[in-house]
């Protein structure tokens, strides 16, 4: 319905200029920001709507009756979407079309009282930050998610050789489960990473008004509460002016992916045909066009790209608040809320095909002992059997088993064809005595199971450190998944607050206060 239509006066952001926005301006940054509202802010600029009335209507700013009409006609917008907004990217934010349409219906004098008492700056922040946290929230249930299956693999492998790795070489045996948990522990600071910055963003900057407050008599605890937040950005310029909250969260998104990339790294080497320890399943695996034998890791590398672009969203989002004034909202500081979003849907997703590759992925226990046993990563347990058995010190035990390691490589043997005269022989070459180990016990300290066993130091992998360890980090995920199911709780709660507070309003505003809407006819203060 237009202004032309019902007669309704014209009331516009733009008086204070003569002439309408550039089209340059409206191509380069009213449409992309008018689009990005649509998709990121219209649910929460909706409620924000609904608890600001609410709230002026508490405080006997703005009368009930005027109330209950700006929260039927919020209600019908809420219900219809933005397609019931007409759009023509003149105006530079969701929020003004969302105006117009009230007084459109409402008229000026009623439909002009919603915006009492607040700014568009304390409304953008707050829209905003109730955007990253829905997602925040959705993204900490898919880590989450990776944490559990990470742990059920470690239970499942706690006991699968493999050859660990410094510099890329055969370093010293651990099992698959305790690679594996390092991986689940990197991901659960990821967790409390994005925890926190859930933390810093579950405060409500509502109240600031453009960034010293107000003159009128509002309850910003009240709008925070109806909001699910829980508590306040307390100081009005740091509410509008500093978006610390959306860096914290693309930085822990950073570190986080950073991280998961170098999984995914070493998973995709791990599933060639050289190493052959894992292979991914068919449904996260890619075919080649032309070379019919291929099956590429399509899952891990999508992972890692999308770690990429995690990477190039902090780049931008500091980029863009680097050198820029630290007051009011400006576009150098407003400008990265659509693309961190868009990152954090993107990461979201991401792990969700690395959680499922990780649950289907196919484990060659074998073929991973093997490449422990032929390696030379129990030369360390070797030379710690020299000093527990004969008193040497470490280093003639290093100097002793290093001479043997070079001469049976040279040989064309593996570490697993390492006898005791081996290192008699070593022995007598650099410090004329022999070491007479039993060939039992020079057998046991080649055996990469057994270097497992003899790991048995707090943060070991033996397997009673690992079951001891797993039972601590199962008791963890449990407290870190109830706490973010008891922010969901909150945020479910406040809502159903929210809705009954307006029923009351509509209520309060007695029969029919709330029916009129041809354009401001009982829009008196009560």
Known sequence: MSQELTG??????????????????????????????????????????????????ERAIVGRPDVARILEVLAELRAAGPSALSIDYRQEDLYSYIERFIVERLGPETGGRLHTGRSRNDLHTTSWRLALRARLLDLLDVVGRVRRTLVELVERHVDTVMPGYTHTQHAQPISLGYYLLSASDLVERDFRRLAAALDSADHSPLGSGALSTTGFPIDRELTARLLGFQGLVEVAYDGVAIRDDLQEAVAALAVMMTGVSRVATDLQTWNTMEFGFVELDDAFSSVSSIMPQKKNPQGLEHVKAVAGMAIG?????????????????????????????????????ALLVLDGTLRTLSVRPEVMRRAAEIGFGTATELADIIVRETGLSFRMAHNIVGRVVRETIEAGKTAAE??????????????????????????????????????????????????????RRRATLAQDLDAIAAVRRRVAAADAELDAAVLRALAAAGPGGGADRRGGQQHGNS
């Open 8 to 57: 309704t006066p014209v009331v516009s952001l733009r008086e204070r200029v003569k002439s309408p926005p550039a089209q340059a301006l409206i191509d380069s940054y009213y449409a992309p920001a008018v689009a990005a509202g649509i998709r990121f802010q219209f649910e929460a600029e909706m409620r924000i709507h609904l608890a600001h009335a609410v709230m002026l209507g």
């Open 313 to 349: 969203t902090l780049n931008t989002v500091l980029a863009c608040a680097k050198n820029t004034a630290l007051a009011d909202v400006n576009d150098g500081v407003s400008a990265p809320n659509a693309p961190a979003l868009e990152t954090i849907e993107r990461v979201t997703k």
């Open 418 to 471: 390492i006898v005791s005269a081996d290192l008699d022989a070593a022995a007598m070459a650099l410090f004329d005595r022999p070491l007479a180990i039993p060939a039992e016990v020079v057998r046991k300290a080649l055996d990469p199971a057994e270097n497992l066993k003899t790991r048995s130091v707090t943060g070991g992998p033996a397997p009673e450190r690992m079951a001891e360890m797993l039972v």
